[in-house]
């Protein structure tokens, strides 16, 4: 099936460092939007971008959605140990009524 | 106000039954959408629906269907399981049902296939 490319794949970091992911993709999206799923659970929405170059916070979470509408990117400052968790990026396209989802990035917190 | 509700939470089925998930939307949304997710495949679009009618569906066998009514619930069925269809089953659920807007996630179903 389809799925976005979502980079790192996994990463470790100390309490208190900022994170930075992103999502790619070949196709142009009119939204993106981002997610944090814990294990057992579904995903809940942290974040949505309608608009190209749009830069969208959430308390220590900030999201942007790129210039050429073919990426998107999520930043977690000062990060704690509830953050740990998989992040999803998600594309939407007019008329097709679904999202296409990436991979994931799963974070780890060291506290 | 309430989340999107889905029913049951596990399931237990072995091969060749068939099941049928639930699913409620948030109290007015009028979308609602239902995904897979497994490790292997990751979160993948199943159908949608709005006011009863399927607008687009995913690359999956015919065994897999849905259905909305009138109050804008939702079930899926999968016949004749197979043990590839173990797997959390998403239902999620938009407002206006433009398919560009906020989805929100229930807790999911999951299914186990013996």
């Known amino acids: 099936g389809q799925q976005l490319n979502q980079s790192p794949q996994s990463m470790f970091i100390q309490e208190g460092e900022d994170v930075s992911m992103n999502c790619t993709s070949s196709s142009i999206f009119n939204t993106w939007l981002w997610y944090k799923q814990d294990p057992g659970e579904g995903p809940v929405l942290l974040i949505a971008l309608y608009k190209a170059g749009e830069l969208t916070s959430n308390g220590r979470l900030t999201a942007q959605f790129g210039i050429t509408r073919k990426d998107s990117f999520l930043n977690i400052s000062a990060s704690i140990p509830s953050d740990v968790g998989i992040y999803f990026c998600?594309?939407?396209?007019?008329?097709?009524?679904?999202?296409?989802f990436g991979t994931g990035t799963r974070l780890k917190v060291l506290a | 106000k309430a989340g999107v509700t889905q029913t049951p939470r596990y399931l237990i089925k072995t091969r060749g039954q068939q099941v049928t998930l639930s699913c409620s939307p948030i109290s007015g949304h009028r979308s609602v959408s239902w995904y897979q997710q497994t490790p292997g495949q990751g979160l993948q679009f199943l159908f949608e629906?709005?006011?009863?009618?399927?607008?687009n569906k995913g690359n999956f066998p015919g065994r897999f269907s849905g259905r909305q009514f009138s109050n804008s619930r939702s079930e899926m069925n999968v016949s004749t399981l197979e043990l590839g269809d173990s797997a959390l089953y998403l239902c999620?659920?938009?407002?206006?049902?433009?398919?560009?807007?906020?989805?929100?996630f229930g807790s999911g179903t999951q299914l186990s296939v013996l």
């Open positions: 999620a659920s938009s407002a206006a049902g433009t398919g560009v807007e906020k989805l929100f």
């Open positions: 998600a594309g939407g396209t007019s008329g097709t009524y679904k999202y296409i």
């Open positions: 629906y709005f006011s009863e009618t399927q607008r």
